[in-house]
């Protein structure tokens, strides 16, 4: 979408099995976590480049709480 002039763009993207696959996966499992009300491993404190989702997040405090202070996690 051009933010200009509210043009938009198609692009054709060719289906991929294995990647559907693995995003309803994804969705499933967070859907666990939402239904169970249990914290998901925290994949945003696990480089620079996506912490700073954790800014932002509503979870932020529980899950520094909830999850273990391994070294992987910042
Ligand atoms: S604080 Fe929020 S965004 Fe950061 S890792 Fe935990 S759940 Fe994910």
Known sequence: MDKRNLK???FTIPYDKDQAE?????F??????LKDE?????EARSTR??????R?????D????ETSK?????
């Open 22 to 26: 693995s995003i309803i996966n994804r």
């Open 70 to 74: 391994d070294t992987k996690w910042m």
């Open 28 to 33: 499933r499992m967070l859907n666990g976590h």
């Open 62 to 65: 529980r899950c520094y709480s």
């Open 56 to 60: 932002l997040c509503e979870y932020r």
């Open 38 to 42: 249990t914290i998901p491993v925290p």
């Open 49 to 54: 480049g996506t912490i700073w989702m954790c």
């Open 8 to 10: 938009s763009k198609i």
